[in-house]
T-cell receptor, first 108, second 113 residues
Framework: SQQGEEDPQALSIQEGENATMNCSYK?????LQWYRQNSGRGLVHLIL?????REKHSGRLRVTLDTSKKSSSLLITASRAADTASYFC????????FGKGTRLHILP | DTAVSQTPKYLVTQMGNDKSIKCEQN?????MYWYKQDSKKFLKIMFS???????INETVPNRFSPKSPDKAHLNLHINSLELGDSAVYFC????????????FGEGSWLTVV
């Protein structure tokens, strides 16, 4: 098991701009997942990228995975106020351990 | 229909009391979890059950005892509550233990006074 480490810890951008969050991990994985947590709510799964994939898209989300660098990034394009939340990465081997997340704040 | 539901959503109780949080999932999953999120938003796994068997038991005080009467339920009982137990407790479930998506409940806010 291992914990992903998100960077930055906090990010504030203007609505309409793109938001990029990064995740680093330490050992080999089966896949890497990104989750979102709105204030006062449970975590919601956003996207999963397998270890043999390099990039994946889902709507306004773009995830990359570099297994040689043991890192992943989550890009949210054309951000909206509703994207304000905390984002967690979860490098997945046998159990998911979450980091502290990136707190994203979209400014009107 | 709520996939992972936990009750109560809010709980305020005095130090020393014993309380339980219940969790049920209707997704047909065979694995359930309890996570604790403290005031700094750090989410820590506490327990995991697969087919009613305990498979993950992190460093958690013995005052915390999970119980899984069947695959769809995982309850958390806490004895002799302490101030430091104040947190949000999340129940979650997944199909299998390796690599699959985890589905979370909405959380139970526990405040110990």
């Amino acid at each position: 098991s291992q914990q992903g480490e998100e960077d930055p810890q906090a990010l504030s951008i203007q609505e309409g701009e793109n938001a990029t969050m990064n995740c680093s991990y330490k050992t080999s994985i089966n896949n890497l997942q990104w989750y979102r947590q709105n204030s006062g709510r449970g975590l919601v799964h956003l996207i999963l990228i397998r270890s043999n994939e390099r990039e994946k898209h889902s709507g306004r989300l773009r995830v990359t995975l570099d297994t040689s660098k043991k890192s992943s990034s989550l890009l949210i394009t054309a951000s909206r106020a509703a994207d304000t939340a905390s984002y967690f990465c979860a490098p997945r081997d046998d159990k998911i351990i979450f980091g502290k997340g990136t707190r994203l704040h979209i400014l009107p | 229909d709520t996939a992972v539901s936990q009750t109560p959503k809010y709980l305020v109780t005095q130090m020393g009391n014993d309380k339980s949080i219940k969790c049920e999932q209707n997704l047909g999953h065979d694995t359930m979890y309890w996570y604790k999120q403290d005031s700094k938003k750090f989410l820590k796994i506490m327990f995991s059950y697969n087919n009613k068997e305990l498979i993950i038991n992190e460093t958690v005080p013995n005052r915390f005892s999970p119980k899984s009467p069947d695959k769809a339920h995982l309850n958390l009982h806490i004895n002799s509550l302490e101030l430091g137990d104040s947190a949000v407790y999340f129940c979650a479930s997944s199909q299998g233990t390796k690599g699959n998506t985890i589905y979370f409940g909405e959380g139970s806010w526990l405040t110990v006074v």
